[in-house]
């Protein structure tokens, strides 16, 4: 497993690192690696900030992180008490000995020794070192080393007002492991937090990096690689650990490709979608494009009688199957076609636009035997059958693909203050893998085992944009289900496919210009990019 996946706790890493320097690896020399590894990354920022505004300055009006200029290599460090203030001081040492213009802001009496011995240093080479906000000189971008992994306090007093002044300065932040204030394991702001333009994570991703809440605070994260050995990560975390970053190599590894010469449409999967209504057609349709684009070999879609000419209009490869029914125009029962079982289909997914008029429809495929994905109506109907008791009973794989309103008429006692919590908890109650959608969309299988998918982009904000994703999953799982392929991989790969398709269109198209049929035309570009 690439390190890239792996994801931890304070207590985690803590417990990471205390192996590491029970090997003998000096806390001064890991300090040195981590902070030159970090220095290189500013110099290029540095560099490329440059070379923007080289390019800028004659035609348009420069906005934050890179306003300052060729002649901006003035940089502010701000320096905690811990071994995050140590790290910070000898990134500025470096940098002082690159040519830059470093000053330092250091309000604390008491430093940990390292972290004193460092400062007395940075004195020493004649770096400038204030203790009052009011004091400071103009900066043009700042280093964030107050406080790293394992902050647990609110911040207050005369800390909080100068995170509060960094804030409103308007620059370019550079925050160490994570932005001061956040909560490692959850992202909850402890008061008050830097907000990041960049969070230059320290040796493995932490947790609440990872949470919706920090997000506003991290802005662009990257991980810092300091060579952890693999065996002091699986000490701790275990062989397989239990939250994982999704990542495009396991992906990758999940994704049906190549295909072996001989398959052919038979051995490719047959997704069943159950989906759509007078009032909500276009839920099946855009269900069936996201279906389309998986590869499935054969898909067939149940929609009411009157919409599937429609359908046949969008999805000429797919067997439509015109099912009676109600007065208010949704399924009433299904009608599968003549010599077809549900042992016909690999798998069934169910929801998109069906309106609660089809609660038979969907008692029906619960209490069949093939793997089922639940989404839309067909979560907000199993909600008033009552999710744990009715899930408890199938003995077979159930995916549910909720977003935060439909988790909370799901799971109304669970509490969803953290969200990886929330969905492991949701997932060991029901026996279900549940997908919990978001900016930063966890996946949990009923062990607790949880992807968390790591990019995301507000362009997916649009009706329809889960029905795509409905299709997309369902008919991944429908090619792999027989194959060895944890259900949770296969989920987390098409959370992953569809958020890099919102995010490529974006680029395209703004985050405005995305709606859910044009995000279909992008679900192939991706894999045509990987």
Known sequence: MIKEQFVVTSAQMRDIEGRIFAAGMPVAALMEKVAGLMSD???????????????????????????????????????????????????????????????????FSKLKELTSQHFQYAQSLGISCFQEIAELPSCDFLIDGLFGFGLEREITGNIAEAINHFNDWNKPIFSIDLPSGLHTDTGEVLGTA??????????????????????????????????????????????????????????????????????????AGHLLLICGSKRYAGGAILTGLGARASGVG??????????????????????????????????SHLELPEKTDWSSFTVIACGPGLTKDATPIVEQVINSEIPLILDADGLNILAELGTISTLQKRKTTTVLTPHTGEFHRLFPDIDFQDRVKAVQTAASQTGAVVLLKGARTAISNPEGVVWINPESTPALARGGSGDVL??????????????????????????????QAGILAAKERTELGVDAFTLTQYLMRVLCDM
Request: with cysteine.
């Open 194 to 267: 830097i907000k990041a333009t960049h969070t230059f994570c320290l040796g493995l991703w932490k947790q609440g990096l990872l949470q919706e809440q920090a997000l506003e605070y991290i802005g662009q994260a990257e991980l810092i690689d300091f060579d952890i050995p693999l065996a002091d990560i699986h000490a701790v975390l275990g062989e397989v650990p239990k939250i994982k970053r999704i990542t495009k190599t396991t992906v990758i590894q999940t994704l049906p490709l190549p295909r072996p010469p001989v398959t052919h449409k038979y051995k």
């Open 298 to 331: 054969m898909l067939s879609i149940a929609v009411p009688e009157s919409i599937k000419p429609l359908l046949v209009s969008h999805l000429p490869e797919a067997l439509i199957i015109g099912c009676p029914e109600t007065e208010t125009g949704a399924i």
């Open 470 to 499: 409905t299709g997309l999953m369902g008919g991944i799982l429908a090619q792999v289900v027989n194959k060895q392929v944890n259900i949770e991989d296969v989920v987390a790969t098409a959370a992953w496919w569809h958020s």
């Open 41 to 107: 990354r500013f110099a290029l920022f540095e560099t490329l900030r440059k070379r923007h505004w080289q390019r800028l300055q004659s035609s348009i009006p420069l906005s934050p992180p890179f306003q300052g200029g060729l002649g901006g290599s003035n940089v502010g460090i701000l320096v905690g008490p811990g071994h995050n203030g140590g790290d910070a001081l000898v990134v500025a040492r470096e940098l002082h000995f690159r040519g830059y213009q470093v000053w330092i802001y250091q309000p």
